[in-house]
């Protein structure tokens, strides 16, 4: 477990989505255009999200998306200001995105 958990702490800030939503892939996708593929994107349904929702989620997280910072995981609405804000700070650096 603690193996697991340093692998996702070393892809941080993460953006976990929905998958099979059409909307929400369209979303995902473009947040990770305005972040220049600076924030690693994941599924809820590939093997890293099933491994972060085991880690640090639970079950009810496939209800919304969640962005993942060093200190918090933030969930739909409330998401999203914490999104924005990591998008204009230039501390984030390039992650491989986890698509699967």
């Not at 892939?25 to 924030?39: G, H, S, Y």
Request: a positive charge; proline letters at 2%.
């Amino acid at each position: 477990m603690l193996n697991s958990i340093m692998e996702i702490k070393e892809v941080i800030p993460i953006v976990v989505f929905d998958d099979q939503c059409y909307s929400c892939i369209k979303f995902a996708r473009f947040v990770d255009f305005i972040t220049r593929k600076k924030i690693t994107m994941t599924g809820h349904y590939s093997d890293f999200g099933i491994k972060i929702r085991n880690e640090i989620l639970d079950e009810s997280a496939l209800d919304m998306f969640w962005f993942i910072d060093k200190t918090r995981a933030y969930g739909g609405r409330a998401a999203l200001f914490p999104l924005i804000k990591s998008i204009f700070t230039k501390k984030i650096k390039k992650v491989v995105n986890y698509k699967n």
